[in-house]
């Protein structure tokens, strides 16, 4: 169990895996700022730079406002711990980020969420709605997995990643969302747009759906290829992010 007492690893591990652990630390974080955690659930992983495709993700039992660097757990695509440590993981977290780690070399960061918002749009038949900027800049991001359970069962990986096909961003359906990025602040601010989308339409839909605006055709297709400056946004965006966290949750980085 977390105690707060994990010693530093940045002496052990590569400047590479203390890079990425310090980026993945800060997820979590930010993840906790933004009141998106579910007390120990849910997780964030990263790709550890290698040809192992050995991956980080957070400890069962810590709160995502206490993550750091050093004690997030190492693992391989079976689930095997491969690092020194008291620590363990949960076994469902391992099941999603496991499937996108081993199919995806670009999902080098992988943030899945159960948040109200992300949740509510995700049980929705019609899924996301073109009736936010935000929604209309995602809208062709985002893929659509159909909720199975609690993900335990190894066997639904290969549905996970052919539903997720080349997308960065995906609604389980009564499960939540998810983000995957090339870099921590890629899958970040994907996952950033993707909830207040979210947020948004659940607050537009509360009075009911029969007055909701759907953006005009034109508008949509204009929205959609400027979409594509999304990934340029996350570079300026990071390291104000990081600053942030400096302010109000320091200790990330240790």
Known sequence: MADGTTQSLKSRVSAEEWQV???????YRLVALHGWDDMIFTHISARVPGPE???LINPYGYYFEEMTASALVKVDLEGNV??????????AGFTIHSAIHAAREDARFVIHLHTVAGVGVAAQSHGMLPISQNAC???HQVAYHGYEGVALNHDE???IVADLGDKSLMLLRNHGTLAVGPTAAAAWVGMFFLERACA???AALSGGRDNVLIAPDAAQAET??????IGMV???AWPGALRQLDRKSPGYDI
């Open 157 to 159: 990986r290969q549905r």
């Open 137 to 139: 800049l995602l809208q």
């Open 21 to 27: 652990r310090v980026d993945l630390a800060a997820l």
């Open 200 to 202: 948004q339409q659940v």
């Open 53 to 55: 495709h050995h991956f």
């Open 234 to 236: 996350s570079a300026l």
């Open 224 to 229: 959609r290829e400027q979409g594509g400056g």
């Open 82 to 91: 491969v690092q020194e440590t008291t620590n363990f993981i949960n076994p």
